[in-house]
């Protein structure tokens, strides 16, 4: 949740011509993440939530993706690159310790 938070006040500084192409599809990746946690969990199911957290590790690859090429056409500083790629490596760290116990379940 707080790297939607980040996303969010980052692509309010993207050119506004942008708002329907690379600050949307961030903004949509990025809120796909915890939505599709939410989601598994809501499932009740230890299969259905594997799958949506998979799902949402996809989409935090697409962020991690849309963010880089932010920095390479000169949107994001790379300043601000290191501490949001922070913030997705320690999203990737919980997402994979979600996926470990959830595969371990199902063996």
Same mark, same amino acid.
């Not at 915890?34 to 690859?61: C, M, T, V, W």
């Not at 949001?84 to 595969?103: A, M, P, Q, Y």
């Given at each position: 949740?707080?790297?939607?938070?980040?996303?969010?006040?980052?692509?309010?500084?993207?050119?506004?011509?942008?708002?329907?192409?690379?600050? =949307?599809?961030?903004?949509?990746?990025? +809120?796909?993440?915890?939505? #599709? $946690? /939410?989601?598994?969990? @809501?499932?009740?199911?230890?299969?259905?939530?594997?799958?949506?957290?998979?799902? =949402?590790?996809?989409?935090?690859?697409? +962020?991690?993706?849309?963010? #880089? $090429? /932010?920095?390479?056409? @000169?949107?994001?500083?790379?300043?601000?690159?290191?501490?949001?790629?922070?913030?997705?490596?320690?999203?990737?760290?919980?997402?994979?310790?979600?996926? #470990?116990?959830?595969?371990?379940?199902?063996?």
């Amino acid at each position: 949740m707080l790297l939607v938070k980040t996303i969010y006040l980052l692509c309010k500084n993207y050119p506004k011509e942008e708002l329907y192409s690379l600050t =949307s599809q961030t903004k949509r990746a990025c +809120v796909s993440v915890p939505a #599709n $946690i /939410a989601e598994g969990h @809501g499932r009740r199911s230890a299969k259905d939530s594997l799958q949506f957290l998979y799902i =949402s590790r996809g989409s935090l690859y697409e +962020v991690e993706t849309l963010v #880089n $090429i /932010a920095v390479m056409i @000169g949107f994001l500083e790379e300043e601000k690159y290191e501490s949001i790629s922070k913030e997705t490596d320690e999203c990737f760290r919980l997402l994979n310790g979600l996926i #470990n116990h959830f595969e371990k379940k199902l063996l």
